[in-house]
């Protein structure tokens, strides 16, 4: 697994992360759920910023960036501020896994931006009720 | 989801693949005899994997961290570290007899210390493994400054 190859596989995890937080937002209440609407607003803002960064880190490589899929498959229930946080919250995760997996194959200013935004998307699992964890991102290590 | 490469952090592989470095291949005849080493130091192992220092540093500071957390009261956090230094293989700090609000106030500083060290230490890395390792707990360290 090259760098390049792992930056492709980060930036089509956030491809997927925008489109299903656009979707999110969608079905978010500013007026009746304020916080949580600011939360998935935050990160959707967040993980756009990272699909642009990866994308023009893959340019700098002079590799074609992969592109978004025309629709991603969405949760099959987003009745409840529950049902989005739920989601945000299995986003992040997913997110967090690939930016480990990113850290691992990257080096110096590259490994440096994964280790960011495992660290933030860290964080924002904590406004959709995620708890703390041992080991953020590490799959093998959840039951710790 | 992406699988991680398998996971060769632990300070006991390190220090297995440094002596297997050791004595496969880097004796090209003009090594110092073993006589002519410092003690404590394998002949050919001029290039001993970086990693286990830096191992033993992050232990180190999270050890620290650990009796800062703990002298302060607070358990979970001190169990978190103490989950990171067993993952590292590391031995366990000696208890701390600071008060428990002096040490409260020096946690915050502490852990935003040990954050900067884990994620210094995962930058500079030589193993990808031990990278994702030592960023997995630097991000878990930035949930409980959050």
Known sequence: MSELDALQTTLAAEHAAVFVYGALGGRTSLAANPVLHDSVSSAYVAHRARRDLLTRSILDLEA???????????????????????????????????????????????????????????VRELAFRGTPETFPGLDEYTDR | MPTGPPLVARRSALLLSAVVLAAAGCDDGNSPSPADTPTGTLPGTSTVDPDIALVDAVLVDLGRAEQVATAAGLAELAALHRAHIEVLEGDPPAASAQGRRAARAAVRREEERLHRQLVAAAVAAESGALARLLASMSAAVSQRLA
Not at chain 1, 98 to 108: E, K, N, P, R
């Open chain 1, 64 to 122: 074609e960036p992969v592109a978004a899929e025309a629709a991603y498959a969405l949760p099959a229930r987003l009745d409840s501020p529950g049902d989005i946080e739920r989601a945000a919250l299995d986003i992040e995760r997913s997110c967090a896994s690939t930016y480990a997996y990113l850290v691992a194959h990257t080096v110096a200013a590259q490994r440096r931006m994964a280790i960011a935004a495992l660290n933030e998307g860290a």
